[in-house]
T-cell receptor
Framework: DAGVIQSPRHEVTEMGQEVTLRCKPI?????LFWYRQTMMRGLELLIY????????DSGMPEDRFSAKMPNASFSTLKIQPSEPRDSAVYFC?????????????FGPGTRLTVT | QQQVKQSPQSLIVQKGGISIINCAYE??????FPWYQQFPGKGPALLIA?????SEKKEGRFTISFNKSAKQFSLHIMDSQPGDSATYFC???????????FGKGTRLSVIA
């Protein structure tokens, strides 16, 4: 299994530009999570989907952030317009509920730098 | 409000020694407690996890101890090796496919 795939791995953009992060979950997994990691706040949830449906987006910092999951094998996280304070590492994770286990597997992350 | 508190922030252990990282949680609805290991430039990798119905779980050199009444759990790394040098995160989640709430992390350095 290829694991969770994220692209791009690194993104450098200027303030005000639109940024789109992409995630392909592990095949067969039915939940997908977007987390953000910063030195100040650690790892925090942005939004998660069950069976392609957004369940909780209370972690999305502002209306500038949006996420979609058009099908079971693809999700995007979009920031428009981007700001320097959005600089962080963004992780996608997926899981499959089986026999009461909820193991989440993380992708390699996208390091975003907004100048 | 920090729902999962982790300590220490950093830890230096001699090769062959025991590394101990502690976590405490607030929400009694949590029923799944995993530990993740993260190397620089990589995503967190699941190391070991426990549920509240057992007090201890061991996998190789890694052991989780769980104290439900105290709402605390800890990770013990036996015979610590330089390759164990990484950042370790404890986490907790409610039943079902729900988000993880993470501790702030512990940077472990194992020196020869």
């Amino acid at each position: 299994d290829a694991g969770v795939i994220q692209s791009p791995r690194h993104e450098v953009t200027e303030m005000g530009q639109e940024v789109t992060l992409r995630c392909k979950p592990i095949s067969g997994h039915n939940s997908l999570f977007w987390y953000r990691q910063t030195m100040m706040r650690g790892l925090e949830l942005l939004i998660y989907f069950n069976n392609n449906v957004p369940i909780d987006d209370s972690g999305m910092p502002e209306d500038r952030f949006s996420a979609k999951m058009p099908n079971a094998s693809f999700s995007t996280l979009k920031i428009q317009p981007s700001e320097p304070r959005d600089s962080a590492v963004y992780f996608c994770a997926s899981s499959f509920q089986s026999s009461g286990t909820y193991e989440q597997y993380f992708g390699p992350g996208t390091r975003l730098t907004v100048t | 409000q920090q729902q999962v508190k982790q300590s220490p922030q950093s830890l230096i252990v001699q090769k062959g020694g025991i590394s101990i990282i502690n976590c405490a949680y607030e929400n009694t609805a949590f029923d799944y407690f995993p530990w993740y290991q993260q190397f620089p430039g990589k995503g967190p990798a699941l190391l070991i996890a426990i549920r509240p119905d057992v007090s201890e779980k061991k996998e190789g050199r890694f052991t989780i101890s769980f104290n439900k009444s105290a709402k605390q759990f800890s990770l013990h790394i036996m015979d610590s090796q330089p390759g164990d040098s990484a950042t370790y995160f404890c986490a907790a989640s409610k039943p079902g496919n729900t988000p993880l709430v993470f501790g702030k992390g512990t940077r472990l350095s194992v020196i020869a």
